[in-house]
């Protein structure tokens, strides 16, 4: 494949847009080299400014679950857009939307549209801090929740000690209300709000890890959290971001049958439009303004190109009894396939997978946190990314993230990915 067309325009963007990419991991700085620019997507392949075809595993890093340009909201937001593009006012469709959505999710009665995932984590984290009272959260080493500040820290000095922050511009004092613990790691947690009782306003969690390849929650460990939040008066988060409306219709709750107190999504909710929500039972939904005293707002939120989207994907998804049979099956197919070939080439390697999220890690042992995802070896990671774009298989620039498999892709398309690899790992 030639990439020389990308490499202009990369050229061209790093002069003006820090780093050439608007969101730091597009800019391929874990595997070297420079991104491709996209010209066009359908369906299950991206098609680059250089002409080249690419069977997409990203799929714009989660909400293309039905593959790219799919018409229904395409056709969607052509229509609304005719109407007009925003009115910073309400609209039917938000409420449609609402409507749907709570139908589809268990255990919510309310949900409020934002534009980002960013932006409802750090929604339903003031909401739960508002409605608790209580200022600290316990969040996990390698889930990601956005960019919002309470989100970007690392671990402290110790295991009880309070987070530092991971990033100039987070002040310490933000980061001394997040407390990190270990994924899948009750013992931990436990010891955490015993060492900050009656402090604790929440525990974030992504349910299904996705941010550190995917990590599935060890058995018990979910339903552990839940009980420890019931008997401390905790509420629990899942961050459904990735793995709402694409694990199942009602997301991780319904998977587990796990009661949230607040969920959060973003992606697939958007249909690719710029959307995130947060929605939880109406006690604590009716906390936010203009009802509560919890201030949240948005000039773009429930847009009406974004609303159509959404809609139309939600719609989709709740009238199709088979997708998600369907997105399982083509993932286990492609999961059994890499195992063999990588078996076949003597790779050391380990597959973790729940549903339609996947990821490979260059490890024998079970990857199972954070820690252990960081022992993958990023060298093999690094020729097994590249080779694979050499072959026209694009999956995501970074060994610490899921690939998202889309309905769009065909078995043909699994063949071809599975023989790719196939050729790509003899050459390790
Ligand atoms: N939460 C999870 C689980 C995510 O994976 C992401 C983004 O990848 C976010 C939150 C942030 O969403 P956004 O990038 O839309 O702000």
Redesign the pocket.
């Known amino acids: 494949m030639i990439y020389k067309r990308s490499s202009q325009l990369f050229a061209e963007a790093e002069k003006v847009i820090p780093g050439g990419v608007n969101?730091p991991v597009r800019a391929f700085k874990a595997v070297g080299g420079t991104p491709i620019f996209v010209k066009s997507a359908k369906g299950a392949y991206l098609y680059d400014e250089d002409g080249n075809k690419l069977i997409d595993y990203i799929n714009s890093?989660?909400p293309m679950v039905l593959g790219h340009a799919y018409e229904p909201v395409v056709d969607a937001v052509i229509e609304k857009a005719k109407l007009g593009t925003s009115f910073g006012m309400p609209t039917e469709l938000e409420t449609e939307i609402a409507a749907l959505a709570v139908s589809m999710v268990p255990n919510i009665d309310k949900i409020r549209f934002v534009n980002?995932?960013?932006?409802?984590?750090m929604s339903a984290i003031r909401l739960a801090r508002g409605f608790t009272k209580r200022d600290k959260i316990i969040k996990f080493a390698g889930?990601?929740?956005?960019?919002s500040d309470s989100f970007l820290i690392q671990a402290g000095s110790g295991a009880v000690t309070f987070g530092s922050p991971n990033s100039p511009g987070v002040t310490e004092g933000t980061a001394k209300d997040t407390l990190l613990a270990q994924y899948n790691d009750l013992e931990n947690v436990k010891t955490l709000i015993e060492a900050n009782k009656g402090e604790i306003a929440a525990i974030i969690i992504?349910a299904v890890a996705?941010?550190m390849g995917c990590i599935p929650p060890q058995k018990g460990f979910l339903e552990g959290l839940r009980e420890l939040c019931t008997a401390n008066g905790i509420l629990l988060i899942f961050?459904e971001?990735?793995t709402g409306f694409r694990l199942a219709k009602g997301g991780v709750q319904e998977l587990f049958n796990i009661n949230a107190d607040i969920v959060?999504f973003?992606?697939v909710i958007g249909g690719g439009l710029?959307v995130?929500a947060f929605a939880a039972r109406e006690e604590i939904m009716n906390y936010l303004a203009p009802l509560g005293p919890v201030y949240q707002a948005g000039t773009l939120s429930g847009n009406p190109l974004a609303m159509a989207a959404g809609l139309a994907m939600l719609q989709s998804l709740n009238n199709d009894a088979g997708i998600f049979t369907r997105l399982e099956e083509k993932t286990a197919y492609l999961a059994a396939g890499i195992d063999k070939v990588l078996k076949a080439n003597n790779v050391v390697f380990t597959i973790n997978r729940v549903g339609s999220m996947i990821s490979v890690h260059f490890d024998a042992n079970p990857v199972t946190d954070f820690q252990t995802a960081a022992k993958g070896d990023n060298e093999t990671f690094k020729k097994f990314f590249h080779g694979l774009l050499n072959e026209g298989v694009y999956i995501a620039p970074s060994a610490y993230e899921t690939w998202f498999i889309t309905d769009a892709l065909t078995y043909e398309d699994l063949d071809f990915t599975i023989n790719a690899i196939d050729k790509v790992s003899k050459t390790f």
């Not at 980002?116 to 984590?121: Q, V, Y």
């Not at 889930?143 to 960019?147: L, R, V, W």
């Open positions: 969101s890093w989660g980002s995932g960013t932006e409802a984590c889930c990601y929740h956005g960019h992504e996705g941010n961050d971001v990735m959060t973003g992606k710029p995130g």
